[in-house]
């Protein structure tokens, strides 16, 4: 089974400026996908960003764009001009290109950002 | 735009009690999703289903039992609840695949928050 490993429980970061989440994953799959959500305090899950294995190119979302390196299996997260709103708990998360289509959620990452 | 629908949004249960959770899927999204979120845990999978047939099975109890009816929304029932069950019970949908090709888009309801005292 693959795994998501998200290293910093917390994060904190101040109005205006950038933050990285990190994520690294575990798998021997060739073809992917990887997402980030996040979960405002309303608890919904809302997608950030996502990414296809199969494309070199980093995803970019306006103020949100990843760093995909496949070779390290690393994918992660960067906030820019980070706002108030931006205040979640985030997740990164796996999906095989393959067998099974339910997404594998690494332990989530709690981003605080203060004014 | 048109959601994913859950229902009862908060349930309150009692112990060895059995509760039914309903998701009504976006429109045209065939495949749905069924995950548990315990306090300050990720989401876990439970099981999916994909034109009414189950597609793909995680961590659900044998307690629990679900399915994908034709109009596709589905239920999910828990029956003989623990304390342990109580959780913040998402429903996903997603087109079994995306038009533009990548990566179907998970699309998450608010959740249905499970309380067993």
């Known amino acids: 089974a693959q795994t998501v490993t998200q290293s910093q429980p917390e994060m904190s970061v101040q109005e205006a400026e950038t933050v990285t989440l990190s994520c690294t994953y575990d798998?021997?799959?060739?073809?992917?996908?990887l997402f980030w959500y996040k979960q405002p305090p309303s608890r919904q899950m809302i997608l950030v960003i996502r990414?296809?294995?199969?494309?070199?190119q980093n995803a970019t979302e306006n103020r949100f764009s990843v760093n995909f390196q496949k070779a390290a299996k690393s994918f992660s997260l960067k906030i820019s001009d980070s706002q108030l709103g931006d205040a979640a708990m985030y997740f990164c998360?796996?999906?095989?290109?393959?067998?099974?289509?339910?997404?594998?959620f690494g332990k989530g990452t709690s981003l605080l950002v203060t004014p | 735009a048109a959601g994913v629908i859950q229902s009862p949004r908060h349930l309150i249960k009692e112990k060895r009690e059995t509760a039914t959770l309903k998701c009504y899927p976006i429109?045209?999204?065939?495949?749905v999703y069924w995950y548990q979120q315990g306090p300050g845990q990720d989401p876990q999978f439970l099981i999916s289903?994909?034109?009414?047939?189950?597609?793909d099975k995680g961590s659900i109890p044998d307690r629990f039992s679900a399915q994908q009816f034709s109009d596709y929304h589905s239920e999910l029932n828990m029956s003989s609840l623990e304390l342990g069950d109580s959780a913040l019970y998402f429903c996903?949908?997603?087109?079994?695949?995306?038009?533009?090709?990548?990566?179907?888009?998970?699309?998450f309801g608010a959740g249905s928050r499970l309380t067993v005292l």
């Open positions: 998360a796996y999906r095989s290109g393959n067998s099974g289509y339910a997404l594998n």
């Open positions: 289903f994909y034109e009414k047939m189950q597609s």
């Open positions: 798998t021997s799959e060739s073809d992917y996908y």
């Open positions: 429109p045209r999204h065939d495949t």
């Open positions: 990414q296809e294995a199969y494309k070199q």
């Open positions: 996903a949908s997603s087109p079994r695949w995306s038009p533009e090709g990548g990566a179907n888009v998970l699309t």
